[in-house]
């Protein structure tokens, strides 16, 4: 072969189009995960779980729960942020994490633009409940006994979602309110009930099994209408006869950059699953109530609550710990 056919040749060759020798899987072909960035066992991880199984068998690839605590979900969180876009590393995520975290810690690792909204799974009110030692009845009752801040308010720790929702109902209602931060908030329930706090906030799912044995007293709802298992409690908006909204939400989001294909297989799967009888049925039980409906409803819900609580976090001085 002279010089000549032998370059003829190999330039016919550089000119035809390149095979990729296995075409893409299509989405999913593997396992996914979903990282939840607290401790396995609680309320959180609970609510993953469902949705994961859920989710698995209507995608056909197993979903893993990956518990990555610390750092009050947020090291879990930065891990999914900069995780690969592939759709294979989701975070459940969730009040705390997405609207809270960006604007009270410095030096975060991440945002709530670091992640595309998939879909809300469940949201709960807020509650704000009395110690019977108290002597509070109902709201109309603060304004009087909150003279120069001596109510006290146990929440979950300072920055928690009780914590926010207890310096926004004192914004909103003119009244000075005395914050006690616990390590959790099955110990400011427990100190609400022994009278070593005249109130506690929390999320109504947990403070409902007490009101409903008598070990506290619900005032109100932070939820836009009555709660379904105390729907004699008012909602602390209706009372007030301000604006006034405080949920506790998770969800599932994706890092950013995630192909859209990937996030439509993802959302359908995920709206799927929210109106399965079964899940509707766990979440009743569970006391809160299904999610917003939709991505782009999640997104604006993330958006308008992080804005919110960095109002909050930023008036009342709050600091993370």
């Known amino acids: 072969m002279t010089s000549l056919v032998r370059r003829a040749l190999a330039a016919s060759l550089m000119a035809l189009p390149v095979v990729p020798a296995l075409a893409q899987a299509p989405y999913p072909s593997r396992a996914i995960t979903i990282v ?17 199984k859920a989710l698995g068998e209507t995608l056909g690839q197993p979903v893993v729960i990956d518990n990555r605590a610390g750092a009050a979900g947020t090291v879990g969180s930065a891990f999914v942020a900069r995780a690969p876009a592939d759709g294979y590393t ?14 009270l810690y410095k030096n975060l ?28 009845a109902s709201l109309a009752d603060l304004p009087r006994k909150a003279r120069d801040g001596r109510l006290t308010v146990g929440t979950a720790g300072t920055g928690s979602i009780g914590h ?79 604006p006034y909204e405080a949920y506790s939400w998770f969800g ?18 995920m709206a799927q699953v929210s109106r399965t009888a079964e899940i509707r049925q766990v979440l009743s039980d569970q006391g809160v109530e299904p999610g ?30």
């Open 36 to 52: 939840v960035p607290f401790p396995a066992g609680g309320p959180t991880d609970a609510s993953a779980r469902v949705y994961g």
């Open 90 to 103: 989701l975070l459940w995520g969730g009040t705390s994490t997405l609207a809270v975290a960006p604007g």
């Open 109 to 136: 690792r991440y945002d709530a633009q670091s992640f595309v909204p998939i879909g809300m799974a469940l949201r709960g009110p807020m509650m704000l409940a009395a110690s019977p030692a108290s002597g509070i």
């Open 164 to 242: 926010l929702s207890t310096e926004l109902y004192a914004d909103v209602a003119g009244i000075k309110l005395t914050h006690v931060p616990y390590r959790g908030g099955s110990p400011a329930i427990t100190d609400a009930i022994g009278g070593q706090v005249d109130l506690v906030f929390d999320t109504a799912a947990a403070l409902q099994p007490f009101v409903k044995t008598g070990k506290l007293r619900a005032l109100g709802v932070g939820g836009t209408q009555p709660y379904a298992p105390l729907p004699q409690t008012p909602t602390l908006q209706s009372a007030l006869g301000k």
């Open 252 to 269: 599932l989001v994706a890092p950013k950059e995630t192909p859209p294909a990937v996030l439509e297989t993802l959302r359908k799967a």
């Open 292 to 321: 917003v409906d939709g991505p782009e409803a999640f997104g604006q819900v993330i958006a308008t609550d992080a804005a919110k609580w960095a109002r909050i976090i930023q008036q009342a001085g709050v600091t993370g710990e």
